[in-house]
């Protein structure tokens, strides 16, 4: 391994080191972590956006795509999620505050429910978000 191999490696070590720390500490345990060994040159199929990685994993347990996502500050990470079909969540120095750690927690922990009624004369869908700070709003297509 080269010494830039091996300043990379740390500095990942510690960064996982971090996140599964503070992820850990909310109560958030992981079943598996997978990490791709390979360079793009290698053209894998299990380097992002591409899912053989995971492929052995989704295979064999059941987690639930609507309550899943990829968090990421990669556009691959963003594919990632939609060739998995979960919601992709970017964090972003700098970006809005939806991007930040503290709104990656946000959409992470609302509790939200939705529930659509249609009869022959409404079309009724209501979504609840509990704890959640956006303001209340209503949409009835009635001016």
Same mark, same amino acid.
């Given at each position: 391994?080269?010494?830039?191999?091996?300043?990379?490696?740390?500095?990942?070590?510690?960064?996982?080191?971090?996140?599964?720390?503070?992820?850990?500490?909310?109560?958030?345990?992981?079943?598996?972590?997978?990490?791709?060994?390979?360079?793009?040159?290698?053209?894998?199929?299990?380097?992002?956006?591409?899912?053989?990685?995971?492929?052995?994993?989704?295979?064999?347990?059941?987690?639930? /795509?609507?309550? &899943?996502?990829?968090?990421?500050?990669?556009? *691959? =990470?963003?594919?990632?999620?939609?060739? @998995? $079909?979960?919601?992709?969540?970017?964090?972003?120095?700098?970006?809005?505050?939806?991007?930040?750690?503290?709104?990656?927690?946000?959409?992470?922990?609302? /509790?939200?429910? &939705?529930?659509?009624?249609?009869?022959?004369? *409404? =079309?009724?869908?209501?979504?609840?978000? @509990? $704890?959640?700070?956006?303001?209340?709003?209503?949409?009835?297509?009635?001016?």
């Amino acid at each position: 391994m080269t010494a830039s191999a091996q300043h990379l490696s740390a500095g990942f070590e510690r960064c996982q080191a971090f996140i599964l720390g503070a992820l850990a500490s909310q109560g958030v345990r992981f079943d598996a972590i997978c990490i791709c060994p390979h360079t793009p040159a290698d053209a894998c199929d299990c380097r992002k956006p591409k899912t053989g990685l995971l492929r052995g994993y989704l295979a064999h347990s059941d987690y639930l /795509r609507e309550h &899943s996502a990829v968090i990421g500050d990669r556009d *691959t =990470d963003m594919q990632l999620a939609a060739n @998995l $079909g979960v919601r992709g969540l970017f964090l972003r120095a700098g970006g809005t505050p939806a991007e930040s750690w503290a709104g990656i927690a946000r959409e992470l922990t609302v /509790r939200r429910a &939705s529930v659509t009624r249609k009869t022959q004369e *409404t =079309d009724i869908h209501v979504t609840v978000a @509990l $704890g959640s700070e956006e303001p209340a709003t209503v949409s009835t297509g009635i001016g």
